[in-house]
């Protein structure tokens, strides 16, 4: 069973020596440059939900949430809207369905409107992450034609 929990000064470092395959570095932050983007993002008035990633007792992956502002040029409906801007599943966890699982508890925390009621979701990916599109069209997200620092982005309406 996929859960979302806190980060906490006990599983931090897990959390940071989790990685992705070396091919799939250049698609996403590691978790510590994330984690940090947090600390930056609230103490310039964002909010930012970081959370670790379990399967049952097992730390498998990292999630990033944004309502708002996301801190960088941001796209049109970043306004008081959630952003997934960050997603990952640790290398030796991927390809048993934690990623569709972990999306699921996502969208779930997303649609309980933790920081304010908002209309979409939307995330940015690079272009050649394939397998990170299909994911996110196998749940209803849409291409939307505008880019986020070179990256498309996908919009499902909440």
Known sequence: MITL??????NRRELFRLE???EQQRYVASNLSSVASCYVLTTNGSCPMPF???ADEQMVGFVMIV???????Q????????C???????????????????MVK????????PAGTAKYCWIPYE???????????????CDSGEVYNNEPITVLEL
């Open 5 to 10: 929990r806190r980060i906490t000064l006990d």
């Open 20 to 22: 992705v395959t070396k």
């Open 52 to 54: 670790a990633i379990y």
């Open 67 to 73: 309502y708002g502002d996301t801190g960088y040029d």
């Open 75 to 82: 796209p049109d409906m970043a306004k008081d809207n959630y």
């Open 84 to 102: 997934i801007l960050r997603l990952m599943i640790g290398e030796q966890y991927q390809n048993r369905g934690y990623g569709r699982e972990a």
């Open 106 to 113: 996502i969208l779930e925390y997303i649609r309980s409107f």
């Open 127 to 141: 272009p050649d992450n394939i397998v990170a599109k299909k994911l996110y069209e196998s749940f209803g997200f």
